[in-house]
């Protein structure tokens, strides 16, 4: 038996798994990561009572991973894998950023947990995942002529680099809160909000009385994001509007950085949600607007990934690589 586990800012997946069989969880539990102080205490409850003993773990987790230890980005945990090795009398566990665990899910995707925003030309050669959620992560995977390998990276943390006048306007509105702007302080879950709070103050749209006071009582993001996709409430519309070109321009910048002519994929809770936008153009538009290199992104395929249990499976595919205990 195979634990497995998605570690995010807002919530924790975890999984039991069939070594023959580690595509689907037979068990599975979902925990509000907030409410804990730590990952071993919703291990230890996930756990409770397990007949069976383990035979091998993994856990994708939303920070950086360096020598088996990782202090969670938006979390305050500080994630060991001797240490879980101990809790779960294991002689070892792996720990991994969960962009790295999604890119070890990707071979096994079918064709209705895609949805291509842009074709692009079937091509092989390194590529890469961008997902915006709590944070902003991204990982490659290297094509080795054969296969594709994972690996880790921070990149959703570089310096945030406007395009436009009205982007520098936002970076300033920015730097009055934060020493320094990273690409997730705006291409994330609490980014919207931020956005939407700048196009209010700046007087670049009028806010409607419902949407401030349901800002007041529920999460702000959710509020704008639903307000502009169902409601049609302007300002609403302009944040997720530049938020969705943010998001656009970020995965451009990876496809660059990568040469990933063997495609981006979106991940991340938050794309599916706002998948209707994702389509309208405005994400490829700033994906592709490169200049020179314009003509190269045209030719990447970019997709979404709908399957929101995609890391777990990635990381219960490492676990069963693991021999048995």
């Known amino acids: 038996m195979l634990l497995a586990g998605d570690i995010g800012g807002t919530k924790t997946q975890l ?40 035979e091998a773990a993994c856990f994708g987790v939303a ?14 945990w500080n994630v060991s894998s001797s240490n879980l090795a101990a809790l779960l009398s294991l002689e070892q566990t792996t720990l991994l950023n969960d962009l790295e665990a999604f890119g070890h899910g990707i071979p096994l995707l079918a064709g209705d947990e895609v ?20 944070g902003l992560g991204q990982a490659s995977m290297i094509w080795d002529g054969t296969r ?21 306007e936002l970076l300033q509105f920015m730097l009055k809160q934060f020493e320094r702007v990273s ?27 419902s949407v401030a006071r349901r ?21 609403s519309m302009l944040a997720l ?3 969705t070109s943010l998001y656009g321009a970020a995965a451009g910048n990876l496809a660059l950085t990568l040469m990933a002519t063997g495609g981006i994929y979106i991940g991340g809770g938050i794309a599916p949600k706002i998948l209707k936008k994702l389509r309208d153009g405005t994400f490829m538009t700033a994906f592709t607007d490169k200049g020179r290199f314009s003509a190269l992104l045209y030719r990447i395929p970019v997709r979404v990934i709908l399957n929101s249990e995609l890391p777990l499976i990635g ?11």
């Open 63 to 76: 920070g950086p991973v360096v020598d088996g230890n990782c202090m969670t980005t938006n979390l305050p």
């Open 148 to 168: 594709h390998i994972p690996s880790a990276s921070e990149g959703g943390h570089v310096d945030f680099a406007p395009r436009n006048d009205l982007e520098i």
């Open 241 to 243: 509007d530049l938020f």
């Open 15 to 54: 999984g039991l798994f069939r070594r023959e069989n580690p595509r689907q969880p037979f068990h599975k539990g979902i925990f509000p990561s907030q409410n804990y102080s730590s990952l071993d205490q919703i291990i230890i409850e996930f756990i409770e009572g397990l007949a069976e003993p383990l």
């Open 315 to 325: 990381a219960a595919l490492v676990a069963a690589s693991i021999g048995p205990a």
């Open 115 to 134: 949805s291509i925003l842009n074709e692009g030309e079937i091509a092989t050669g390194n590529s890469g995942i961008i997902a915006a959620g709590t």
């Open 183 to 209: 690409v997730e302080r705006l291409v994330s879950g609490p980014g919207l909000f931020f956005i939407y709070d700048f196009l209010r103050s700046a007087g670049h749209g009028r806010e409607s009385e």
């Open 215 to 235: 800002c007041l009582e529920a999460d702000p993001s959710t509020v704008v994001s639903t307000a502009a996709l169902d409601e049609g409430d302007d300002l």
